[in-house]
């Protein structure tokens, strides 16, 4: 059973900065993919940053430049970093892994929340 733990979300005031950070009980290697998504209220989720196992990133096209995924492969970790926030960036955000099966497994953690006052 995979386990991914978020921590880092809070509250903020727009223009600041967030880290969040995901904790997988494996080594991330052994996922073909990791990646953040977000739930605002009443919207469904949405893909905010991905990275394969090889390094190719992918963004929401709305959140390039603002946002970057990362990962330490020692701690088996993956992070997103999260700048120039804005109220429309709040919601739930999710560290989601998808393994090397194929079909793809989809492991996801309970969530951490990130509120942006404007």
């Known amino acids: 059973q995979v386990q991914l733990v978020e921590s880092g979300g809070g509250l903020v005031q727009a223009g600041g900065s967030l880290r969040l950070s995901c904790a997988a009980s494996?080594?991330?290697?052994?996922?073909?993919?990791m990646g953040w998504y977000r739930q605002a209220p009443g919207k469904q989720r949405e893909l905010v940053a991905r990275?394969?196992?090889?390094?190719?990133?992918n963004y929401a096209d709305s959140l390039k430049g603002r946002f970057t995924i990362s990962r330490d492969i020692t701690k088996n970790a993956l992070f997103l970093q999260m700048n120039s926030l804005k109220p429309e960036d709040t919601g739930v955000y999710y560290c989601?892994?998808?393994?090397?099966?194929?079909?793809?497994?989809?492991?996801w953690g309970q969530g951490t929340q990130v509120t942006v006052s404007s």
């Open positions: 990275i394969t196992i090889g390094g190719t990133q």
């Open positions: 989601n892994a998808e393994s090397r099966l194929v079909p793809a497994d989809n492991y």
């Open positions: 494996r080594s991330i290697f052994s996922f073909n993919a």
